[in-house]
Antibody, heavy 130, light 107 residues
């Protein structure tokens, strides 16, 4: 059974850097095809994808937040860590991590992979306020 | 940039109603679309992936369809547990884009 749990500070001040940890079980991030992503949701608003890291250490970032985000993995600890710099009150949100599962599609000589988010953690709330 | 637009934003329905939510992509995304259900204070739950594949354990009253730029999520007979907000999401290997959500309310 795959489970994920987010942790981090509940309150940060503007301009500070926040570090969020996703601790997971039931899978390994060293297994081919596995990924873990971060998604956030401001109060009363829609979901927004932030970043994702793959088993092979490839990383993807939201273009709008790319300069502020860093995602890393610690395979030995079964953790993924997201760092967001220069926090602002608009970054107040619930932050989720999610496991991704791959699908593939072949076209000629090439195989393309697509990753959907199938298991989510319960989320951790971060409030940005002075 | 790809945009995912859901309609309606809010839907009022009664138990037993057939409900359909639409998700439109600003460009073709083939069939790489997922649907999630979210209840207040809870994490999103995957319902459907690749447009029409039902996730294990999800009731069969949920179904998805469409391809290209237009997709639907249908609940064949709305149950009390189905009142929630639903999100569509395009996925590939380098970006993930959500719609703005559709809230299904009790009429």
């Amino acid at each position: 059974q795959i489970t994920l749990k987010e942790s981090g500070p509940t309150l940060v001040k503007p301009t500070q850097t926040v570090t969020l940890t996703c601790s997971f079980s039931g899978f390994s991030l060293s297994t081919t095809g596995v990924g873990v992503g971060w998604i956030r949701q401001p109060p009363g608003k829609a979901l927004e994808w932030l970043a994702l890291i793959y088993w092979n250490d490839e990383k993807r970032y939201s273009p709008s937040l790319n300069s502020r985000l860093t995602i890393i993995k610690d395979t030995s600890k079964n953790q993924v860590v997201l760092t967001m710099t220069n926090m602002d009150p608009v970054d107040t949100a619930t932050y989720y991590c999610a496991h991704t599962s791959p699908q593939s599609e072949s076209s000629g000589y090439f195989t393309y992979y697509y990753y959907y988010m199938d298991v989510w953690g319960k989320g951790t709330t971060v409030t940005v306020s002075s | 940039d790809l945009q995912m637009t859901q309609s309606p934003s809010t839907l009022s329905a009664s138990v037993g109603d057939r409900v359909t939510i639409t998700c439109r992509a600003s460009q073709s995304i083939s069939g790489w679309l997922a649907w999630y259900q979210q209840k207040p204070g809870k994490a999103p739950k995957l319902l459907i992936y690749k447009a029409s594949n039902l996730e294990s354990g999800v009731p069969s009253r949920f179904s998805g369809g469409g391809s290209g730029t237009e997709f639907t999520l249908t609940i064949s007979s709305l149950q009390p547990d189905d009142f929630a907000t639903y999100y569509c999401q395009h996925y590939n290997s380098f970006s993930w884009t959500f719609g703005q959500g559709t809230k299904v309310e009790i009429k």
